[in-house]
């Protein structure tokens, strides 16, 4: 084959991005596709060292022969909820078809009963490698959306909005977030949270409605009030109302876990990037928000991402420095969580990266005014 042909290619999720690239898929990375009523003729197809994750072949024989000839195929895994190969992020729609008040059928629910069943914290070694794929596509199905650089820089400037999980909707922290959330998304920033209820969701919500007004975001808030408890049994009917009145939102995305999938995951995000593992999601959650993360009241959960957020700028470990905002004096000065931030920054770069407000508008003009700085990695 000429050289050209032989070129390593990247992800392959359609089946069109096979027939235009009919002389060779070397390289690549082939998900989830049914290839058994295609008619694909393998043999002229340059297939060495690409990988084939969770598709369907018209027989066994194909399989072996792409085997042979330098693939490798990861096998579809039977009796599982979930597809540990999916190619990309879920949406509330999709993790909540099958839920009712009455009884929670979703796939969200039958995902989370697997992993209380056969995952955590005694998974045997199949349950614990698709949930290891599964969190490796949602990482990748991530990136496609924020698409970062070289550098690790997304494409959109990402914040992280961090916070107490319960918070309840009619709270003042509740409306302060969704205030500081709406703020952030009108001024071009693209919002990224731990996808649960409380402050997370407040989040989503102010992102989702940033092309709305204040009265707008008022009237949600309002609406949501009426089931406060994610416990109440209109928690979801109420934002289902918000959303029926405001049928499109810009987007951002929810990142949320089975870890705590007792924990409702909220229905703002436009996309949701679900992940078995709690650390990854964490870790991953704040490596993408280089723009910085705005840390609402919270409690333990919150005070650890501080910390977490607070070593990747220590170490500039990222090779960026990023602000930290902080959105309420109450919970962070009079604490002195603050405080100690601050004497822990002494010297480096991230000092002058610091702040804390008990006014939205504040807090955006801080983040706007403090742009991530690219340092020197060890």
Not at 158 to 182: I, P, S
Request: negative net charge.
């Amino acid at each position: 084959m000429a050289g050209s042909d032989r070129r390593t290619v990247g992800e392959i999720e359609t089946l069109d991005q096979i027939l235009k690239r009919a002389a060779s898929v070397r390289g690549g990375v082939v998900q989830g596709l049914d290839f058994r009523s295609t008619g694909i003729d393998w043999s002229p197809i340059d297939v060495e060292g690409t990988v084939f994750l969770g598709c369907t072949f018209a027989s066994e024989d194909d399989v072996g022969r792409l085997m042979r000839r330098g693939a490798l195929v990861f096998p579809r895994l039977p009796d599982l909820p979930y597809d540990p190969y999916r190619s990309r992020l879920y949406t509330w729609m999709e993790l909540l078809e099958g839920f009712s008040p009455e009884v929670d059928r979703s796939l969200d629910r039958r995902i989370y009963d697997n992993f209380r069943a056969r995952g955590r914290p005694n998974s045997d070694l199949r349950e614990a490698l698709a949930e290891r794929l599964h969190d490796y596509s949602i990482d990748d199905a991530l990136r496609d959306l924020l698409q970062p650089d070289e550098t690790g820089m997304t494409r959109v400037k990402a914040v992280g909005m961090m916070g107490g999980h319960g918070v309840r909707r009619d709270h003042a922290h509740f409306r302060q977030a969704a205030r500081t959330a709406q703020l952030l998304a009108r001024a071009g920033y693209f919002i990224a949270t731990g996808g649960g209820p409380g402050i997370m969701e407040a989040a989503n919500l102010g992102a989702y409605l940033g092309g709305e007004d204040a009265p707008a975001l008022e009237g949600a808030l309002s609406i949501l009030s009426e089931a406060p408890a994610g416990s109440d049994r209109d928690y979801f009917r109420q934002a289902r109302v918000v959303l029926e009145r405001h049928a499109t939102g810009l987007t951002n995305v929810a990142v949320p876990t089975w870890f705590y999938g007792h924990e409702p995951s909220n229905l703002f995000g436009t996309h949701i990037a679900k992940y078995f593992s709690n650390s990854l999601r964490e870790d991953g959650l704040l490596a993408l928000c280089l723009h910085g993360v705005v840390f609402a009241p919270g409690s333990a959960g919150t005070w650890q991402e501080v910390f977490m957020d607070a070593a990747q700028n220590h170490y500039g470990s990222l090779g960026w420095v990023s602000p930290m905002a902080f959105l309420g004096r109450e919970a962070y000065v009079t604490t002195g969580l603050y405080p100690l931030l601050e004497r822990l920054a002494e010297g480096r770069t991230y000092r002058g990266m610091l702040s804390c407000s008990d006014d939205p508008a504040e807090i955006v003009a801080f983040l706007q005014d403090h742009p991530p700085l690219r340092v020197e990695t060890p």
